[in-house]
């Protein structure tokens, strides 16, 4: 099954430890490039993050964030550290004494100092461990919705393909038709020329434009393209690299079978087929 790489998951839990919720975003990139937003307290979680995620994520630009609320009950008490409050105003007064003028600092003044508060370590082992369930949840939800896009594209990939196979069938069709009026565009103009009409020239001349006009080729490589886009939308792996290189090759014959047209009609096939290509080549863009 197929999968599209633009897809999003949003998970939260609550429990006595506060609340936890991930959000997970992912959209096309050309390998897997993930981006973590995690709380301070929960840094560590780095590395299990990227591990998880590159376990069942191939490729995709994955915008990948935690937020913490921590129950009021889990908050760290704070406390003053009175050890160093102390020689904080046993220093103020020395230089009081230095100045020539008493120095009375504010309680506020002294809170904002660095190292007065300190907070009483919280257990985090909970924590980490119910994020990281959540966060394989998560993943769960982002696959699903992955594989009900890809579910969609696939749809509409198959359909281009239908189409495809139809304007090939309707340029081969009309082959046979572009020839002939060939021969007798040709013919028409050797008797304005008022030339001598030498059979076995007139069939050398048609000949020679015959090859050059011939798209046999094409055709076949058209129909072959196609036939190997359904195969590849059968199969059970990342399928997108794979599919762009034969949008490529896709592009390349229908751009030789304009080129190539003698016919208002084959190249305005040409023209529907660019379309339908290109329509197929922007949603291939977003499968896995």
């Given at each position: 099954m197929?999968k599209?790489?633009?897809?999003?998951a949003?998970?939260t839990?609550?429990?006595?430890?506060?609340?936890?919720?991930?959000?997970?975003r992912?959209?096309?990139?050309?390998?897997?490039?993930?981006?973590?937003?995690?709380?301070?307290?929960?840094r560590a979680l780095?590395?299990a993050?990227?591990t998880?995620?590159?376990?069942?994520?191939q490729?995709?630009?994955?915008?990948?964030?935690?937020?913490?609320?921590?129950?009021?009950g889990a908050?760290?008490?704070?406390?003053?550290?009175r050890?160093?409050?102390?020689?904080?105003?046993?220093?103020?007064?020395?230089?009081g004494?230095?100045?020539?003028?008493?120095?009375?600092?504010?309680?506020?003044e002294?809170?904002?100092?660095?190292?007065?508060?300190?907070?009483?370590?919280?257990?985090?082992?909970?924590?980490t461990?119910?994020?990281l369930?959540?966060?394989?949840?998560?993943?769960?939800?982002?696959?699903?919705?992955?594989?009900?896009?890809?579910v969609?594209?696939?749809?509409?990939?198959?359909d281009?393909?239908?189409?495809?196979?139809?304007?090939?069938?309707r340029?081969?069709a009309?082959?046979p038709?572009?020839?002939?009026?060939?021969r007798q565009r040709?013919?028409?103009?050797?008797?304005?020329l008022?030339a001598?009409l030498?059979?076995?020239?007139?069939?050398?001349?048609?000949a020679?434009?015959?090859?050059k006009?011939?798209v046999?080729e094409?055709?076949?490589?058209l129909?072959?393209?196609?036939?190997?886009?359904?195969?590849?939308l059968?199969?059970?792996?990342?399928?997108?690299?794979?599919?762009?290189f034969?949008?490529?090759?896709?592009?390349?014959?229908a751009n030789?079978?304009?080129?190539?047209?003698?016919?208002?009609?084959?190249?305005?096939?040409a023209?529907?087929?660019?379309?339908?290509?290109?329509?197929?080549?922007?949603?291939?863009?977003?499968?896995?």
């Open positions: 197929i599209s790489m633009t897809a999003f949003r998970e839990r609550s429990g006595d430890f506060g609340e936890l919720t991930w959000e997970l992912t959209v096309n990139h050309r390998y897997l490039e993930p981006h973590l937003r995690l709380p301070e307290e929960l780095d590395v993050v990227r998880r995620l590159s376990a069942r994520l490729r995709g630009k994955v915008d990948c964030g935690l937020r913490y609320v921590p129950a009021l908050v760290g008490t704070l406390h003053i550290n050890p160093f409050v102390e020689q904080l105003l046993a220093a103020g007064q020395e230089i004494v230095l100045i020539g003028r008493g120095v009375e600092p504010s309680p506020f002294l809170l904002r100092w660095p190292g007065v508060i300190q907070e009483q370590e919280r257990d985090l082992d909970r924590v461990t119910v994020a369930e959540l966060l394989e949840v998560a993943i769960d939800t982002l696959l699903a919705t992955r594989e009900r896009e890809g969609r594209l696939e749809t509409l990939l198959r281009r393909c239908d189409r495809l196979q139809e304007s090939v069938a340029v081969r009309r082959l038709d572009v020839l002939g009026g060939v040709l013919h028409d103009r050797l008797i304005e008022r001598e030498d059979p076995a020239r007139l069939e050398q001349e048609i020679i434009l015959a090859a006009l011939d046999d094409e055709m076949d490589r129909e072959a393209h196609v036939a190997e886009v359904r195969d590849v059968t199969r059970d792996e990342p399928v997108g690299r794979r599919l762009d034969l949008m490529q090759e896709l592009n390349r014959e030789t079978l304009g080129s190539k047209s003698a016919d208002v009609a084959v190249t305005r096939e023209v529907e087929m660019k379309v339908l290509i290109e329509q197929m080549r922007e949603q291939v863009q977003n499968l896995e």
